[in-house]
């Protein structure tokens, strides 16, 4: 299926949704949140992202996909 926005559109309504799932869940609507990207492809790739709260409290995965897999178990072991 062929959607007309861009990826990296995409990407960044991902990102704000994210954040106010992590804001709802947290009940603090002045959440402060960091994105970044994880993924090596690049403008033409798929984006990847994790949006971290500044405690590190929580740590959401945006769009995720299979080549970022080794990443993300990085993330979940290391927040244990």
């Known amino acids: ?3 007309p926005e861009s990826s ?3 990407y960044a309504t991902a990102c704000q949704v994210g954040k106010a ?4 869940v947290l009940n603090d609507s002045d959440l402060e949140v960091f994105a970044r990207r994880i993924d090596n492809d690049g403008l033409e ?6 949006l971290t709260t500044a ?3 929580m ?5 995720p996909t299979a ?3 080794k990443e993300i178990r990085e993330v979940e ?3 244990k």
């Open 1 to 3: 299926m062929e959607y």
């Open 8 to 10: 990296s559109e995409i």
């Open 59 to 63: 740590t959401v995965v945006v769009l």
């Open 21 to 24: 799932l992590m804001q709802a």
């Open 67 to 69: 080549d970022v897999l």
């Open 45 to 50: 790739g798929e984006p990847v992202g994790l």
């Open 77 to 79: 072991k290391n927040s």
């Open 55 to 57: 405690s590190g409290a």
